[in-house]
């Protein structure tokens, strides 16, 4: 009777024990499991997907860069530039201008193993030493000191130049015709070929604003301008899918920026000299080199240019502006140009180069001082540039600006401490003017401070980049120099 009684309590202690626990049903366990399931499909959809895609681009690619190779091979090329290459002649191109026109480049690279493949005579690249953010105006300057035929200089065949992607929408079609026109008396012989940057479909930088400017300006000295712009938008419907993918991009390029300059190569020609669009340049336009071996030591850190160098120049008690060139150190360069005691341009650089505007339009009486905040920088000091002022409404603005630190002295009493300075070699001409906050505001690269009140240029700027994005329809960017007045 006991052992039945503890049976009892075991089996009752077991249910109790057993009680509220239910097994789960197959929905149940089907539910747990279905996010699981569902994540796994997904992750197994993306993968195909993205494998898919990735074979696309690659095959695109591949059928891009076979279908270049193809259509190059064999085919008969008319023009003086492929006789000379046909009879194994050097063929000596110039390339004058900003980061987009290299030597090393995908395009200019591919047409120059092409070319020499085809035919016995080689592509020589002149590459103007130029700064990747060079504007019309660095080009015009880099001419200055080019003579043909002496010095080793070798006269081009032909002369590839882009800019218009770091200059000011102001002054742009004023430096640009006068480089073209510097060009042409330079090199009367020489064909032509203006490029527009592909650049000009994006809504950064000033390329689309310059565009239709370079194109009317070509045209008046009746040369033709090659678009890249509009061969990404005649040859892609989707030009954000190829210029946002590198490996797809370079392989566009391969194919359609070499047969598009291939094609213009065959019809070159010099331009021809007309009346300039521009009236001011009606009037003789100046640019006098002072180099550095023209300066005299003002200290550790500054060069002086006295009154008898100006006189020399024919530069005394004339008005103009000035521009810099000069190498640079690795990490931030420094200086100031001070004209009569004035500080009338400043300048925080970095890069390997630098050559452009320095200061606004200026009058010259006595000195010019040129103040680096290292020896190196003023060992680096090539030459600076007086260029014949440009009385335009907006005032002088190429290349990013800032515009000049107010100097709370008069000229007269600044010019007074300057003078006492001067029987002292170790003075140091930046301490003679008390720096305002804008003065030691840093800038980005290739920053020059100019002298112009920059406020108008900027808004500008911002109105026209504002809502503006890729253009997406060939058309448009095909005809969006039709209507342009010339």
């Known amino acids: 009777m006991e052992k039945m009684q503890d049976m009892q309590e075991i089996q009752n202690d077991g249910e109790k024990k057993s009680y509220g626990k239910k097994r789960k049903s197959p929905l149940g366990i089907f539910l747990t499991m279905l996010p699981l399931i569902l994540a796994t499909i997904a992750v197994f959809f993306v993968y195909r997907y993205g494998k898919r895609i990735i074979a696309e681009r690659d095959s695109h690619n591949k059928a891009l860069i076979h279908e270049a190779a193809a259509s190059s091979t064999g085919v008969e090329r008319e023009g003086a530039v492929f006789e000379k290459l046909k009879k ?95 060009i042409m008396e330079k090199y009367p012989d020489t064909g032509i070929l203006p490029i527009i940057s592909y650049k000009a479909l994006l809504p950064e930088g000033q390329s689309r604003v310059n565009a239709t400017a370079l194109e009317n300006i070509v045209k008046h000295y009746s040369l033709e301008s090659l678009n890249l712009a509009a061969v990404v938008a005649k040859q892609e419907e989707n030009p954000e899918k190829v210029l946002g993918n590198q ?31 521009n009236p001011i340049l009606e009037e003789v336009r100046e640019c006098i080199a002072i180099p550095a071996s023209l300066w005299s030591d003002y200290g550790n850190t500054a060069l002086l240019l006295a009154e008898e160098e100006l006189d020399k120049l024919s530069l005394k008690g004339r008005h103009g502006i000035f521009a810099l060139s000069t190498a640079l150190h690795g990490g931030e360069n420094k200086g100031n140009l001070y004209v009569d005691g004035i500080p009338e341009g400043k300048y925080s650089l970095t890069g390997d180069f630098y050559l452009g505007v320095l200061s606004r339009d200026v009058k010259i009486r006595r000195q010019l001082i040129l103040n680096f905040e290292t020896e190196e920088e003023k060992k680096n000091f090539q030459s ?37 300075g001067e029987s002292s070699t170790d003075t140091n001409p930046e301490s003679k003017t008390e720096k305002s906050d804008a003065e030691s505001a840093s800038e980005k690269n290739g920053t020059v401070a100019s002298g112009t009140d920059n406020k108008a240029s900027s808004d500008s700027k911002t109105s026209e980049k504002s809502g503006e994005g890729l253009v997406e329809s060939s058309e448009e960017i095909i005809g969006i120099y039709d209507d342009a007045p010339n």
């Open 88 to 182: 194994g002649e050097d063929l000596h191109i110039l390339l004058l201008g900003d980061e987009g026109l290299r030597a090393d480049s995908i395009f200019l690279s591919k047409m120059k193993d092409l070319l020499e493949k085809e035919y016995s005579g080689k592509i020589v690249y002149e590459e103007a030493t130029l700064p990747n953010n060079a504007t019309a105006l660095s080009g015009y300057l880099f001419l200055q000191t080019q003579e043909p035929g002496e010095k080793g200089n070798q006269k081009p065949d032909l002369v590839f130049f882009l800019f218009g992607e770091h200059d000011e929408s102001f002054t742009f079609p004023y430096y640009y015709e006068l480089l073209l026109r510097l």
């Open 247 to 277: 490996e797809l991009f370079q392989a566009f390029q391969e194919k359609y920026f070499v047969s598009s300059i291939l094609s213009a190569m065959q019809t070159l020609k010099p331009g021809e000299m007309a009346a300039p669009i």
């Open 384 to 420: 600076l540039y007086y260029i014949s002022p440009i009385p335009l409404e907006k005032g002088l603005t190429n290349g990013i600006a800032l515009a000049l630190p107010e100097v709370e002295s008069s000229p007269a009493e600044t010019a007074e401490g300057n003078s006492e």
